[in-house]
DNA sequence: CCGTCATCAATAGTGATATCAATCAGTCCG
DNA sequence: CGGACTGATTGATATCACTATTGATGACGG
């Protein structure tokens, strides 16, 4: 998944970017670039370009004589889809996909909207046809199949806003519903209500009916909203 | 705003990232290492590592043989607020505005209810206080003041609703406002509507009411998008 | 006697340079 | 047409001089 692993800098982020993530050290912790050197094995050189990433994500502010030092939380630049998938590997994965799930019932409903208003027709007319395809896979019990054509529909009603923010976040929706599954948030098939759901956004969106095409987005969100609630773990 | 200058590579990164930001190279176009070092006259050393905040920003890629070159428009992590402070500060600053606030009239609703649901009772009240200086100062025509306490409103609503990617969200919010105050899409007094409805937000937010908090927060961000798109300006 | 301020040295990051290894796009040749 | 070659370019290491920041030290003044 994403992640380049060809570089040692990358290596070693790999490594040290999850373990801020997780909470692993308090904030005001201070490592020194010497300290990363032999810990990771790496050159002066490839430790600092690991830093200097970090510090690009706020999660670390490097200075002269007190080393490189963990931010809190509230400084982080939560959307890097880089941090989100290192806090989704984490223990922190439910707090994360619960604040991203927020996150779309907001996003998805209003891009619905803006794709059923401005997208181009033809693309908007093929979103019934994915719609379909998972209905069929759904009742067929594909679960793979279906993860991935859900993943599809959504993306496409994100780039159909056309608003470059919204489509941002399509990695990001991608992940949370990859999350929900691998969790076993979903159930065995999926639910014939959601699938009438994409259904009627789908169509809504293919004929030009943002109100339509919103009101029926927010109801698929929202019902996520309660499977992931209904589970208490951290 | 905020751009810590006291490293070189930093330095780098203020005239490379705005100059990408701004499409001013195409998608592909290749840079070297070598050339950055002579453009701005450093070290190998610090060409790499503003090369690698680019990268993490999915700007550019870095291959061997190849140089560093310009990635397509959508690969960029649009989220990155300083990719976003680079965009607001060239020439796609209306167009950034415009899908900025549609993010906002998307998520802050959604921020607002929460904070009716959820937030901590003594801050909630504390919001009237914050509608009833903006009223004031709003009809005193104190622009500057206003703004100050805008930004103050709409981000104390995001941190109230306690989910850390809508607070993620409170400098972006911060910045439409500047801009929208400093491209003149504001009028000298805030309309009356406008005051009244923040003050609406505030009631029902600290009355934990948080349907009536969303409406009139939706109020408050399609107000601002009627404005933008008035402006026919690039 | 204690608090405040200037001074100074130790420390860790910052920046520069040299050098070699690894990679790969494009070319040349069989 | 395919495969080896090669030079350009990044990847990685080592090392050095520089600089900013801190915390201690001590002088001064209240």
Redesign the interface.
């Known amino acids: 998944m994403g992640t380049d692993n060809r570089t040692l800098?990358n290596r070693v982020l790999a490594v040290l970017g999850p373990a801020i993530a997780a909470d692993e050290y308090e904030p005001g912790h201070a490592f020194t670039l010497q300290g990363l050197e032999e810990d990771f094995g790496v050159s002066r050189?490839v430790a600092?370009?690991a830093v200097?990433?970090l510090e690009?994500?706020r999660l670390v502010v490097s200075r002269p004589r007190t080393g490189i030092r963990v931010r809190p939380?509230?400084d982080?630049?939560?959307?890097?889809?880089?941090l989100i998938r290192w806090r989704l590997a984490g223990p922190g994965r439910m707090a994360q996909l619960r604040?991203?799930n927020?996150?779309r019932?907001?996003?998805e409903?209003?891009?619905a909207a803006?794709a059923a208003a401005r997208g181009d027709a033809e693309e908007r007319a093929q979103l019934v046809v994915v719609a379909e395809r998972m209905t069929s896979t759904g009742q067929a019990g594909d679960l793979d199949a279906f993860l991935d054509l859900d993943i599809a529909f959504h993306r496409r009603i994100l780039e159909l806003s056309a608003?470059?923010?919204?489509?941002?976040?399509s990695q990001v929706v991608a992940e949370v519903l990859i999350g929900r599954t691998s969790f076993h948030l979903m159930p065995r098939n999926p639910r014939p209500e959601a699938l009438r759901l994409h259904t009627a956004v789908a169509r809504a969106v293919a004929d030009g009916l943002p109100d339509v095409a919103e009101a029926a987005m927010r109801s698929i969100v929202s019902e996520v909203a309660v499977a992931l609630e209904a589970d208490g773990s951290a």
Chains 1, 2 share one sequence.
């Open positions: 800098h050189t600092r370009e200097r990433v690009s994500m939380r509230s982080w630049s939560v959307f890097d889809p880089q604040s991203l927020e996150l019932a907001a996003v409903p209003a891009a803006l608003n470059e923010m919204f489509v941002g976040l």
